[in-house]
């Protein structure tokens, strides 16, 4: 099946930028669409951007939106999470997640969606 590996995780102040990555292997042609999402200590998983590669199509909740964009290197297999102007609250473990979607436009963001998941990246913003 597909395996992802995600990377770039780090620390940074408040306003700073960070990229993450997410490396897909195996059978990624069974894979229609790739997302992002990040669990808080004591919080619930949160979806934060997705791409549906079969067209190009992009997701992104609200508090990621005008601020991250998601994009992907087909050559390489991989899925890129650029985020800007961090804030204290985009703080946690980010993880990506593949899977065959139906409906990926009204569901992107719904975990259960998705099949296999990433070990995850860590993220810290400081104020």
């Known amino acids: 099946q597909v395996h992802l590996v995600e990377s770039g995780g780090g620390s940074v102040q408040s306003g700073g930028s960070l990229t993450l990555s997410c490396t897909a292997s195996?059978?990624?042609?069974?894979?229609?669409?790739m997302a992002w999402f990040r669990q808080a200590p004591g919080k619930e998983r949160e979806a934060v951007a997705a791409l549906y590669v079969t067209i190009g199509r992009s997701y992104y909740a609200d508090s990621a939106k005008g601020r991250f964009t998601v994009s992907q290197d087909k050559a390489k297999y991989t899925m890129t999470l650029q985020m800007n102007n961090l804030r204290p609250e985009d703080a946690g473990r980010y993880y990506c997640?593949?899977?065959?979607?139906?409906?990926?436009?009204?569901?992107?963001?719904?975990?259960?969606?998705?099949?296999?998941w990433g070990q995850g990246t860590q993220v810290t913003v400081s104020s």
């Open positions: 997640g593949g899977g065959d979607l139906v409906q990926p436009a009204s569901h992107w963001a719904v975990m259960s969606q998705y099949t296999t």
């Open positions: 195996g059978n990624t042609a069974s894979t229609n669409c």
